[in-house]
């Protein structure tokens, strides 16, 4: 009886009901996990964990010394979630992508919504994603933010509740998919007979995105990677090698008659679409940042007339920056005339005077986040801070009150984890991968994130977060 003596501790737990049973539509996962052995449990996790290691599933953890290359801890339980709640996830999900895009395509054209002062013009101009060399350039098919990683949490009431927006270079998807490979060696019963939807179509998926925004039937493809020494270098070469494209770096490329061309072992190729898993400001050291030394000359010329689909397009950064995150249920009903279908957390923008006074006065109970910081970086969870880093964050906010809002500290949903020789809750987070192509394609799964330390709420990765396989019921 694994979960006889499993505590919620009065918090929303993804398997387990307040009275220590299967929530409603589980019971045969809950029934199965609590049926093995404590022994059995642990040989599976030791599997899992021996399997990852063998297929060189790792990350680069920079605050380590030396850059430290490890695997992401996965554990052997999987995230649940029911049909019914994912049929609103997704249509919440595409939801937003459609009214993020329109935002995109507007802010480097007409900027409509501007103009309409549903957003203040200052927000957007003062935003480090926005890219003023993109203004009137046009992204092929119109389509800025063709692969989205939306980060989601569940509150106190069990709702499901946006947290933010990655649309650059969102990362983690290869960890989804090889984290289904790894439950099926274990699994695989379990997961036919729980009547699991399977992920195995995204490669597939994002290939079809690529070859659409290109125009053609037989386009040439390449995911560009910073290098070997990238936090995400393995998701980079798995993804290219799944899709069957190249796998390339600033050294294999150069840009003719704004042409981007591929250097191979019979001559140049043209590239017609990059899977770019690079920043706007290291693409093009003439265009943006002259000290680049990963970026390729010229590249931006390649793209501005035409000649290149990037994924996602320059520019998007703007999309995601934390402030904008605050307006984008006006940018919901701007563009679409509808209420948003999934709600964002309560936020305070620094910026606004009145906000920034009560985040001040109120910073022990925040969460306290930098606009453009990404990984756990940047962030101070008031209730777990001293009194020193709570007033280090004060004169912060009060030297750039722009860089800066504040959400309430919610505690995140648990889920079973094998921690020792006990299954405990660990508080988790999700990031499902929508795909924007000639349609709106989401996953049925993703990244669900786990905060290991017992009581945190930090599930980066790059801070020692850990990872589950997520399983969404087919009914």
């Not at 494209?245 to 050294?251: A, F, G, K, M, N």
């Not at 985040?359 to 962030?379: H, P, W």
Request: charged letters at 25%; proline letters at 4%.
């Amino acid at each position: 009886m694994n979960f006889a003596n499993y505590k919620t501790n009065g918090i929303f737990d993804e398997l387990n009901a307040l009275d220590s049973q299967p929530r409603e539509g589980l019971e045969v996962i809950y029934n199965y996990f609590n049926s093995l052995s404590l022994e059995e449990l642990k040989m599976r996790q030791k599997n899992l964990e021996a399997s990852m290691m063998n297929m060189g599933i790792t990350f680069n953890v920079y605050s380590e010394e030396g850059g430290m290359e490890r695997i992401i801890p996965i554990d052997i339980i999987p995230r649940v979630i029911r049909a019914r709640e994912w049929a609103m996830l997704e249509r919440g999900l595409k939801q937003r992508i459609k009214a993020l895009n329109e935002f995109l395509l507007d802010i480097y054209s007409d900027q409509k919504i501007l103009k309409d002062k549903v957003i203040p013009s200052d927000t957007i101009f003062s935003s480090k994603g926005f890219i003023r060399e993109c203004m009137n350039v046009r992204p092929l098919k119109d389509i800025y933010i063709h692969i989205t990683g939306t980060d989601l949490i569940r509150n106190a009431q069990g709702e499901f509740v946006v947290l933010e927006d990655n649309l650059r270079c969102p990362s983690g998807v290869s960890y989804m998919l090889q984290g289904r490979e790894l439950s099926k060696q274990g699994l695989s019963k379990l997961i036919s007979k729980a009547k699991v939807r399977s992920i195995s179509e995204y490669t597939d998926k994002l290939f079809e995105v690529l070859q659409y925004i290109s125009g053609k039937s037989e386009p040439t493809i390449a995911v560009l990677t910073p290098g070997i020494y990238n936090s995400a270098y393995y998701e980079h070469s798995y993804l290219a090698m799944q899709m069957g494209v190249e796998l390339v770096d600033y050294r294999d490329l150069v840009v003719e008659n704004d042409l981007l061309k591929l250097r191979t072992t019979k001559g140049f190729k043209t590239v017609d679409v990059l899977y770019r898993r690079l920043d706007d400001v290291y693409i093009d050291p003439l265009t943006f940042n002259p000290n680049s030394l990963i970026g390729v000359p010229n590249l931006f010329n390649a793209y501005r007339k035409g000649n290149l689909g990037l994924a996602n397009a320059l520019g998007t950064g703007v999309a995601d920056d934390k402030v904008v995150y605050a307006y984008v249920p006006k940018i919901i009903n701007y563009y679409l005339g509808e209420d948003p279908i999934i709600r964002n957390v309560e936020t305070y923008l620094c910026e606004d005077p009145s906000s920034m006074k009560y985040v001040l006065e109120n910073i022990e109970k925040l969460v306290v986040k930098e606009a453009n910081e990404a990984g756990g970086y940047g962030m101070l969870i008031g209730p777990k801070s001293t009194k020193e880093e709570h007033e280090i964050f004060r004169n912060k906010i009060k030297s750039n009150p722009r860089n800066y809002i504040a959400q309430p500290t919610i505690s995140l949903s648990t889920s079973p984890c094998l921690i020792g020789d006990d299954i405990e809750p660990r508080h988790v987070d999700l990031r499902p991968y929508i795909l924007f192509g000639e349609d709106i394609h989401v996953t049925p799964g993703g990244l669900t994130r786990v905060a290991l330390k017992k009581g945190s709420l930090v599930v980066n990765s790059s801070q020692g977060g850990g990872s589950k396989d997520t399983w969404v019921l087919k009914d």
